[in-house]
């Protein structure tokens, strides 16, 4: 099959398209999809890159990305859940050798859920990943409740756009930032507030929130604790995982220690703001989806598409996300 596919870690120049791919295997709970299209998340090319095989080490050769959507053309012996010919949309499990970037893809029948009917496999594509991203930190860790205050950072990126609209969703008072010319677009996805990174510092102008979701790490995430207000949580996906995760990932003594040493700046400020901080590292999960699915056909979430590749070229889709410009979704686009 046609696939994008490494062969060993690096930089773009590792990537490679090729058209005799092994075709999976499909286990007995999974179903085999053929792919129309897929999506381009930070995780495909950190995982390129080696960046994150202490958590995730991949055989070679590997296919690379992490969501996409497709159509059923196979069960596994105890694949109950879809039939032949559904239009799923899913994230497979990390441990999935075979990643999206390709003409077929096996998963987890739990891991996929039916594809929103009013989006096409395109639309469809870029949801998975931002959307569990987004209802875990949200919901699951964040436990955000009608009339809270959240303030979600980078609201025009591919995680953010979706915060945005999940968040105002449920009621709550969503505020984001984002740059001079994405102030507009991020409104229309529902903020209440925008913060212009551009023009002024959001830790100057923003206290007492109940949640922060940060995407973006480093000094935005250290300033961030300052606008929670005492019991607040700050939810991060960027950066080093905390000690929990690398129990959930069963790893060794040494790399506990090392995340906990790396997080103890997080530690100290949590502490110093009498606040909790959280790291996720995000899960597959069908149910989730099917949930985002009905938001979508009830019109309550919307995609946001940013700009669409063929399969040949996802080099230069990595090098447009590697920006950091990108206004929601970079679309692979498959059959
Ligand atoms: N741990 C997990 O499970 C998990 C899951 C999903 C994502 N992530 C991580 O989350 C991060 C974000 O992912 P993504 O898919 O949303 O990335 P993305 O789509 O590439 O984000 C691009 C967006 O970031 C905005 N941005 C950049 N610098 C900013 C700043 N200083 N303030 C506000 N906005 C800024 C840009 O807007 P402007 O052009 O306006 O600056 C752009 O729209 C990545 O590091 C990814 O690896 C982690």
């Known amino acids: 099959m046609k696939a994008s596919i490494i062969r060993k870690y690096g ?9 005799d791919f092994p075709k999976p295997e499909v286990g007995d709970d999974e179903i085999l999809i053929e792919m129309r299209a897929a999506s381009v998340n930070p995780i495909d090319w950190k ?6 095989k202490v958590m995730l080490d991949y055989k070679m050769p590997h296919v690379l990305g992490n969501d996409g959507a497709g159509v059923v053309v196979q069960l596994g012996a105890n694949a109950n859940k879809f039939k032949v010919g559904d239009e799923v949309y899913f994230r497979p499990g990390k441990k999935k050798v075979v990643g999206t970037f390709a003409e077929f893809c096996s998963v987890k029948q739990d891991e996929a859920g039916l594809k929103p009917k009013n989006l096409s496999f395109e639309e469809a594509a870029g949801i998975p990943l931002v959307g569990l991203t987004s209802w875990q930190a949200l919901f699951e860790l964040g436990n955000l409740q009608k009339g809270q ?3 979600i950072h980078a609201g025009s990126g591919g995680v953010g756009s ?9 009621g709550a008072e969503v505020t984001t930032t984002t740059s001079t010319a994405n102030v507009e677009l991020v409104k229309s996805l529902g903020a209440d507030i925008v913060i212009d990174y551009k023009k002024e510092n959001f830790q100057d102008k923003l206290s007492g929130y109940d949640l922060v979701f940060d995407t973006l ?6 300033e961030s604790y300052k606008v929670l207000k005492p019991g607040g949580i700050l939810i991060s996906v960027n950066g080093i995982p905390t000690t ?13 220690s090392l995340f906990f040493i790396l997080n103890m700046k997080n530690t100290s400020l949590a502490k110093k703001y009498k606040v909790n901080y959280k790291y996720l590292f995000m899960n597959a999960n069908g149910e989730q989806l099917s949930k985002i699915a009905k938001l979508i056909e009830d019109k309550k ?8 590749f063929p399969l040949k070229d996802v080099r230069e889709a990595f090098s447009y996300q590697q920006t950091g410009r990108a206004k929601g979704k970079i679309i692979i686009k498959i059959k």
Do not use: H
């Open 11 to 19: 930089g773009n120049e590792v990537i490679e398209y090729v058209e």
């Open 47 to 52: 995982v390129m890159k080696g960046d994150v």
């Open 149 to 151: 205050k959240v303030l």
């Open 162 to 170: 979706i915060a945005i609209q999940l968040a105002k969703n449920i």
């Open 217 to 222: 790490g480093g000094k935005t995430r250290d």
């Open 244 to 256: 929990d995760v690398a129990y959930e990932y069963g790893l060794n003594f040494i790399i506990k």
């Open 301 to 308: 979430v919307k995609p946001l598409v940013d700009k669409t």
